[in-house]
């Protein structure tokens, strides 16, 4: 199990499957269809963040979070046993792109990931604030959870923006 | 997943075979001389990806492995985005490098992709006596991880693990520096493995 503290000032990689939790800087580089979901407790100054990469684990147990159906149970119970309800919980999500046109149309694994992850957060009940989700782009994101939760998502093209 | 030595120098070796064969056509298309690397075969871990590819902008033309495997994984054309615009300036006839890619660029380098792989596929084909088809190409210009990252999770066989199988193309003339990278399917490389044993044993 990734531990909860890092040195100062030090951001945390999250690859494909994994994912981490703490008051540290996160994050996770190249986003395509993946997901970068992240769970933020403002009342504890607390978060979560998961790189998703496909909707259904279809009963794989053993990277619970590279599939959006068991990264969220996951992540809430995290921060469930840190003292987080799940009513002061706040989701956003990033990702979910198509990146290649031909390829992606029959399949569509950024849109279903998307799906899965809004089906499951509202099962578990928490509160999805802002999502930047689809469309034919890459996103690298980095989320700060003592500077209120900010995320900030950038592009290939060097513009980035906060959600 | 674990390749032994022999099984590994044999793939390195139908990549150099594959990949003369597309540096040929390269040279062609420029009017230059092409380096080729070695080819490396790396298994690498889906959490560890992007220590192999980043946030970097770059060209890639990708194709699925189609052929006497219906579903056999990826293969790509990789390009970064600067050595892109040197490469299509070359063929285009343009000097302008600070400058947004064209739908010219864009067909351009769908077309030296088309031909790279055709040939890699094409002379693979030969020694294997196995077909491996390109599908239509698809391009993307963006992030690098992000678009590996896609072709993987829409692979068939589902993995914790892909092989990636790449070949370094450079032209020192006009500073273009590209990659052929191969990632099967788990059925497909142990098919090429079995195919390339059995040659083995023939000579």
């Known amino acids: ?35 970068g979901l992240i769970m933020f407790d403002p009342t504890l100054n607390l978060g979560a963040m998961v790189h998703i990469m496909l909707p259904e684990s279809s009963g794989r147990m053993d ?10 149970p996951l992540l809430v119970g995290e921060l469930n046993a840190l003292g987080c309800k799940n009513r002061s919980i706040i989701a956003k999500m990033i990702g979910g792109a198509s990146m290649f046109e031909y390829f992606g149309t029959n399949l569509n694994i950024g849109e279903r990931n998307a799906n899965k992850v809004r089906m499951m957060l509202k099962e578990h009940h928490i509160q999805l604030s802002a999502e930047d989700i689809g469309g034919k782009v890459g996103r ?17 093209d060097g513009t980035s923006n906060n959600i | 997943m674990k390749l032994s030595t022999i099984q590994s120098d044999a793939i390195q ?34 959490s560890h990806l992007a220590d192999y590819m980043g946030e970097e902008s770059a060209a890639m033309v990708a194709f699925e492995l189609q052929g006497d495997i219906a579903h056999g994984g990826y293969i790509l054309f990789y390009i970064t985005r ?6 299509t300036n070359t063929m285009l006839g343009l000097t302008e490098t600070n400058r947004p890619l064209s739908e010219m660029d864009e067909s351009a ?26 599908s239509p190409p698809s391009l993307t210009i963006d992030m690098a991880h992000a678009a590996m990252q896609s072709l993987i ?22 500073k273009v520096d590209s990659d052929i990278i191969m990632m099967p399917e788990r059925s497909t490389l142990n ?8 040659l083995m044993k023939t000579d």
């Open chain 2, 13 to 46: 070796e139908l990549g150099n075979i594959g990949a003369a064969h597309a540096a040929t056509t390269l040279s062609q298309m420029l009017g230059s001389t092409i380096e080729m690397s070695v080819p490396a075969v790396t298994v690498v871990d889906l």
């Open chain 2, 109 to 134: 380098l769908l077309e030296v992709g088309n031909i790279m792989v055709s040939a890699f596929l094409d002379a693979t084909a030969e020694l294997l006596g196995f077909v491996m088809l390109p």
């Open chain 1, 1 to 35: 199990m990734p531990s909860n503290q890092l040195q100062n000032g030090q951001t945390a990689m999250i690859g494909i499957g994994e994912y981490r939790v703490g008051s540290f800087p996160m994050m996770t580089i190249g986003l395509g269809s993946c997901i």
């Open chain 1, 63 to 72: 990277r619970p979070g590279k599939y959006a159906d068991t990264a969220v």
């Open chain 2, 153 to 174: 999770a829409q692979m068939q066989e589902e993995t914790n693990e892909v092989l990636l199988f790449s070949t370094e193309l450079t032209c020192e003339e006009y």
């Open chain 2, 191 to 198: 098919k090429i493995i079995e195919l390339l044993e059995n």
């Open chain 2, 82 to 87: 600067e050595s892109a615009i040197r490469m």
């Open chain 1, 140 to 156: 690298s994101v980095t989320f700060f959870p003592v500077e209120n939760g900010k995320v900030v998502v950038k592009r290939a």
